[in-house]
């Protein structure tokens, strides 16, 4: 049973950056894919981005993809999210998720093994 943690969140200006973290308990957290997902009020979960057990493959949603990086240090066992040049629409709480395939974690919510409890992140404009 893989435990996430995310931390990171809070109430930023658009234009402004924010960096999340995502911490794993387990030890094997590099044999684990790792996700980022957002949901906005009223509306559904949705991908983020996505990372490799290595970090060697990345994949973004178009909303994002510019703006944002994932990346992970599997000798901390965490994940994180940079992103830059908020939005207002980048309002919603965001969820660290894991699992065995990256390919899971990019098609969608639906399948996805592990979830943490998420964190709020607000863009004033």
């Known amino acids: 049973q893989v435990q996430l943690v995310e931390s990171g969140g809070g109430l930023v200006q658009a234009g402004d950056s924010l960096r999340l973290s995502c911490a794993a308990s387990?030890?094997?957290?590099?044999?684990?894919?790792m996700g980022w997902f957002r949901q906005a009020p009223g509306k559904e979960r949705e991908f983020v981005a996505a990372?490799?057990?290595?970090?060697?493959?990345?994949y973004y949603a178009d909303s994002v993809k510019g703006r944002f990086t994932i990346s992970r240090d599997n000798a901390k066992n965490t994940m994180y999210l940079q992103m830059d040049s908020l939005k207002p629409e980048d309002t919603a709480v965001y969820y660290c998720?894991?699992?065995?395939?990256?390919?899971?974690?990019?098609?969608?919510?639906?399948?996805?093994?592990?979830w943490g409890r998420g964190t709020q992140v607000t863009v004033s404009s």
């Open positions: 998720a894991a699992d065995s395939s990256v390919l899971t974690l990019r098609i969608g919510v639906h399948g996805v093994s592990y």
């Open positions: 387990e030890r094997t957290f590099s044999s684990y894919a």
């Open positions: 990372i490799s057990w290595n970090g060697d493959f990345t």
